[in-house]
């Protein structure tokens, strides 16, 4: 991949081009000129915008021996200010494996690394539908769909009586899940609500919910052990869908890609269960786990 550099240098003189993540969004493209915090670059229309962070430098390291990264990085960056001997450690590079030339230049420039990766067993969308297991994502979706459908968790409206402003969007998250060999043990597909593009009073109010403290979770083994007693672990199967949205709450879902509704004309998703990704999901799951409890005798 790349290692992206943050130069600290103070030289006016130097002109930096944008990272993409700047680059301007009005008409053209701009540059900028000098180094400091306030410094301004100007772009084809006019505008004047401060930059807000460091400009970066990306030295490519594909087909690249370590010599010729640092001598790309000695002609791009002035004055990089970094502590390589802390940075050596935390990426666990063992010295031993540079000539003593190659160590001279990397302590005389220091500079430090950020690593751009990707999670093959975490993909988009777009990987899991057309990457190598396409066919198994596909399937596991259809399993997500059917479950959701089982637990009621919408019924299908009219987009036409909906605000489109209490609409939400939909999303996929997908996950290769390994036994510890690093043997794929299956394909999971979960479908969730853009809660981040909720608004509080409006589609949500309460979202604490308690979680339990590891200490409790230890006394009580203790606690089995000393009595002889019988212990067992309870995992409930899409938790937050089975809980009910309450009464003053009204949301709406766009329809997840991949999946067809059977309606005549646009429609949308009104949820009645707590889908997962929404703000007040989990503090709805432990009020509808707490209530049953209660019901079955317990006591809190």
């Not at 962070?53 to 594909?62: I, L, N």
């Not at 190598?132 to 059917?146: L, R, S």
Request: proline share 5%; charged share 25%; glycine share 4%.
């Amino acid at each position: 991949n790349n290692i992206k550099i943050f130069p600290n240098s103070q030289d006016e003189n130097v002109t930096h081009t944008l990272p993409r993540t700047q680059q301007p969004t009005g008409r053209g493209t701009g540059t900028a000129t000098g180094q400091n915090k306030e410094d301004v670059y100007e772009t084809r229309s006019g505008r004047k915008s401060k930059r807000t962070r460091p400009y970066g430098y990306v030295a490519p390291t594909k087909n690249s021996s370590m010599t010729d990264i640092i001598d790309s990085l000695e002609r791009n960056i002035l004055d990089p200010t970094a502590f390589i001997t802390q940075q050596l450690h935390r990426m666990s590079i063992d010295k031993n494996d540079y000539s003593a030339a190659e160590l001279e230049n990397i302590y005389k420039f220091p500079f430090a690394f950020a690593a751009n990766t990707t999670n093959q067993d975490t993909p988009n969308y777009r990987e899991a539908t057309t990457g190598k297991y396409a066919g198994e994502f596909d399937e596991a979706m259809n399993t997500e769909i059917e479950m959701l459908k089982r637990l009621k968790t919408w019924k299908v409206v009219r987009r036409k009586d909906v605000l489109k402003s209490k609409i939400l969007k939909s999303t996929w998250a997908f996950k290769i899940k390994r036994l510890p060999s690093g043997k794929i043990r299956k394909f999971k597909a979960r479908l969730c609500v853009r809660g981040d593009l909720q608004t509080f009073g409006v589609n949500y109010w309460e979202t604490y919910a308690p979680v339990v403290s590891w200490t409790t979770v230890r006394l009580l083994t203790v606690l089995a052990l000393v009595h002889d007693l019988h212990s067992k672990q309870v995992d409930y199967v899409n938790a937050y869908c089975q809980a009910p949205l309450q009464d003053h709450e009204e949301l709406y879902m766009e329809p997840p890609r991949g999946y067809k509704i059977d309606c005549d004309e646009p429609c949308v998703l009104k949820l009645l269960m707590s889908l997962y990704g929404l703000r007040q999901a989990g503090s709805n799951w432990f009020l509808y786990l707490k209530d049953s409890l209660l019901r079955r005798g317990f006591k809190q």
